[in-house]
């Protein structure tokens, strides 16, 4: 198991590849390499909003609404407290967000097994970019062997670059962004007493699935049962962990079949619970 406090996390800004300004507070990393590789990260759009052109990735990401409402195109948006699954090989944006936007963020791989290119790669790499070319409105400019501008989407120069080979996408599972109201859901419950559970969305064959535990004042639920990564995000209350109290803004992640560990309620508590892709 590992926990991680927003607290206690530094916030740092995303990389030059887009336009704008967006802060970061990174709880958890996966393993570099593995393809349930991820990154669970808290974001706030700053000042003068935050923008990218349409585009998609070789991973997932799920996007859940903190406060504020996310644009995922021109047209459609995720509401306050609603869930998005962004499914990789599947077209996104583009995005404008506003001032003050505040997200929690899974970025994992996908089912197709290509895993997911960690911050600090995808950092590394964005310096030994620029000293060829420039990121421009989400976009990466360079000129070729025969002195013609050529551009392709940020995310996929750098794919590219770190890798050393193209990136080729999977066949798309689904048309579009997946939004869920999570409200529109019913509380069941869990099995132990005090303890409820709702899944929003179960994903792919190799079963990736989204949903919230709840738990009354003195309840505890048992964590680490699942056969891939079980990842937590606390949204409210306080839950006591070998002997640690944690709160709101905390993340954990349990391996798979790992020994059961209890998470007791201190006060009334709700998680967002991720269990990542089964391979």
């Known amino acids: ?13 995303v990389g030059t590849m887009r336009e704008g300004v967006l802060d970061q507070k990174h709880l958890l990393f996966g393993e570099d390499g593995s393809p349930n590789n991820f990154d669970l990260n808290m974001g706030h759009t700053g000042g003068g909003g935050w923008r990218t052109p349409r585009h998609r990735h070789n991973f997932d990401q799920v996007r859940y609404v903190i406060a504020g409402r996310l644009p995922y ?26 001032e003050g936007l505040r997200t ?8 197709s097994g290509q895993g997911y290119l960690s911050v600090a790669q995808r950092e ?12 421009r409105k989400g976009l990466y400019y360079w000129t070729d062997e025969n002195g013609e501008e050529q551009s ?3 995310s996929q120069a ?14 798309p599972r689904y048309t579009d962004v997946i939004a869920m109201n999570p409200d529109a859901f019913e509380w069941l419950p869990q ?5 409820s559970e709702k899944w929003i969305g179960n994903f792919t064959e190799r079963d990736f699935r989204i949903g919230f535990v709840r738990l009354e004042a003195g309840a505890t639920y048992e964590a680490g049962t699942f056969p891939s990564i079980e990842i937590l995000f606390q949204t409210r209350g306080v839950v006591s962990v070998n002997g640690e109290k944690y ?5 954990y992640e349990f391996l798979p079949n790992e020994e059961t560990v209890s998470l007791k309620a201190e006060e009334p508590a709700e998680f967002l619970r991720f269990v990542l892709h089964t391979f």
Not at 1 to 13: I, L, Y
Not at 77 to 97: A, C, D, I, K, T
Not at 158 to 171: D, M, N, P, Q, S
């Open 1 to 13: 198991m590992r926990v991680s406090k927003a607290a206690d996390t530094g916030s740092e800004r």
């Open 124 to 135: 590394a790499t964005n310096a030994a970019l620029e000293e060829k070319g420039e990121f």
């Open 191 to 195: 099995g132990a007493e005090g303890v």
């Open 158 to 171: 750098i794919f590219e670059h770190a890798v050393g080979r193209k990136l080729e996408f999977a066949t």
């Open 247 to 251: 709160g709101a803004e905390s993340g």
């Open 152 to 154: 392709q989407d940020g």
């Open 73 to 98: 195109s021109e047209t459609d948006y995720l509401e306050e407290g609603w869930v998005g699954y962004f499914p990789e090989s599947v077209h996104y944006g583009p995005q404008e967000r506003e």
């Open 104 to 111: 929690l963020v899974l970025q994992a791989g996908g089912a």
